[in-house]
């Protein structure tokens, strides 16, 4: 049987081992058997004596050789064996929520994702717009632009701390969005701490991945100024019927830079719902929520003083109500209602939120109310979804593609709201606008909405046209959307 050249080279490093310092050895024959023996006997014949040769230079060469390719083989099946372990720990998956990182025991998760929101904006009815009481010519900016361009990264570490953090780079600016750790180590129990959203409106809540329509209505006036993000603690329960949360926050993530008095407001949010009915194509929706905020040392909400205004759209940078910039606030407190009902392909709802504002002596208090009321169709069939308090867009039962011959899912929807910013010596104006929405959901990443914002009744608006008559601003809206 024919040797290898390895295995022929591993017998020569073990007998090399083995008979390194052997002496020479006497060998005999037997003359009719013809046996090799190495000792003397009758019928032998010595043939000689026999030593050890020393292996040549070519042969140690290939003996070394063989040793290192032994070692380097070796050393390739100890890394294969840590990559299938670290194959088997870490699980990598690429879907329609981004990039993702999971470990065996799911203790350790990562998940990367952003959204893309570009915008195109047409108003009619601005050219003879001016400034209330001025003759300064003002009118909307039409366009295009990148509303909202996020990246967000969500984890999860040892099973029960998660964090999110996003950063928008719209307008060429970056921005802290979100920027959180929660704790969720209790049933039914959450506790968030750091830069959030305070507990207060169900439209503020949602994602505007999610909302209906391209901009919130003119409620957003009160809530945006007040109630939006701040750095603060808030503990949630949450149940398939009903929530309940409370927060104390400060202010959000830029510091208070009045140079003297620089101490921060607070305040304190809740909001609870509940769901009497609570099916997947069959729901009611009823909140309530509360606020309180203090002001800072300067008596402002923010560093800018407080200013309750409603655009146009983010595009226009045009302000029809408008109260102008509030100090010497003492204390804000507001409250939201909240109901809502879905039946299949259609819902039908509104909130309603009434702020009281307190001012310093000398100071006329003042109060303001806005709501809207909304109702959609999915004209495909599929029906919006529900979890801890919250709607969710619509995912389509088939998503678009021109091979299949598949569509997508289609919705309609329209609102109306009010707003009243005009309160005392506060002059901001009160308006009413009608908003259609069409949504075209290509799948659950993916979708385009066209909005018509129509303005209606006017009193005392911020801006007038050049005859001294209420303006009659009409806004289109066209939006794409990439969300994962």
């Not at 997947?280 to 040392?297: E, F, M, Q, S, W």
């Amino acid at each position: 049987m024919r040797l290898s050249k390895l295995s022929l080279a591993v017998a020569a490093v073990i007998g090399s081992g083995v008979c390194a310092e052997a002496m020479a050895l006497d060998l005999y024959v037997d003359s009719k058997t013809k046996q090799i023996f190495a000792e003397p006997g009758p019928g032998r014949t010595k043939l000689g004596s026999f030593e050890k040769v020393e292996d040549t230079a070519a042969q140690k060469a290939d003996i070394q050789q063989i040793k290192e390719d032994l070692a380097m083989k070796d050393n390739e099946l100890k890394a294969l064996d840590e990559h299938m372990k670290v194959a088997e720990e870490v699980k990598v998956k690429m879907g329609n929520k981004g990039v993702e990182f999971q470990s065996a025991d799911k203790e350790f998760q990562f998940r990367m994702g952003g959204r893309i929101h570009a915008d195109a904006s047409y108003s009619s009815g601005d050219d003879d717009l001016v400034s209330r009481g001025t003759t300064t010519h003002v009118e909307a900016n039409d366009g295009t632009e990148i509303r909202r361009g996020r990246i967000e990264m969500l984890g999860t570490f040892f099973g029960d701390w998660d964090f999110k953090s996003q950063w928008d780079f719209a307008d060429n600016n970056v921005a802290t969005k979100d920027l959180f750790i929660e704790y969720t180590g209790l049933k039914d129990f959450e506790i968030v701490a750091g830069q959030q959203k305070q507990a207060f409106s169900r439209e503020l809540q949602e994602s505007s991945n999610d909302m209906m329509f391209m901009e919130r209505s003119l409620m957003n006036a009160l809530n945006e100024p007040t109630v939006d993000r701040a750095i603060g603690l808030n503990v949630g329960t949450f149940h398939k019927d009903w929530t309940g949360q409370v927060g104390v926050y400060g202010d959000t993530v830029t510091a208070n830079s009045n140079s003297n008095r620089a101490d921060e407001g607070w305040g304190i949010s809740t909001r609870w719902t509940y769901a009497p009915i609570n099916e997947k194509t069959k729901l009611i929706h009823l909140g309530v929520a509360g606020n309180y905020r203090d002001p800072n040392a300067n008596g402002q909400v923010t560093d800018n003083g407080l200013r309750l205004r409603s655009e146009t759209s983010h595009m226009s940078n045009l302000n029809l109500i408008d109260t102008g910039v509030i100090n010497d606030v003492n204390g804000i407190q507001m409250v939201g209602l909240e109901a809502n009902a879905l039946y299949g392909p259609f819902t039908l709802g509104g909130e309603y939120t009434q702020m009281w504002l307190n001012r310093e002596a000398g100071a006329a208090d003042a109060e303001f109310n806005a709501w809207y009321t909304e109702a959609s169709w999915t004209i495909t069939g599929e029906s919006r979804k529900y979890k801890k308090g919250k709607f969710y867009k619509v995912e389509p039962h088939k998503n678009f593609s021109l091979k299949n011959g598949t569509w997508g899912a289609w919705e309609l929807a329209a609102r109306y709201a009010e707003a009243d910013l005009t309160s005392g010596n506060i002059r901001g104006g009160q308006m009413s606008n009608l908003t259609l929405a069409l949504n075209w959901y290509m799948n659950s990443n993916i979708r385009f909405m066209a909005n018509y914002n129509k303005t209606l009744d006017m009193n005392n608006p911020a801006v007038t046209t050049t005859a001294r008559e209420e303006p009659n601003v009409d806004t289109f809206m066209l939006r794409g959307q990439l969300a994962f």
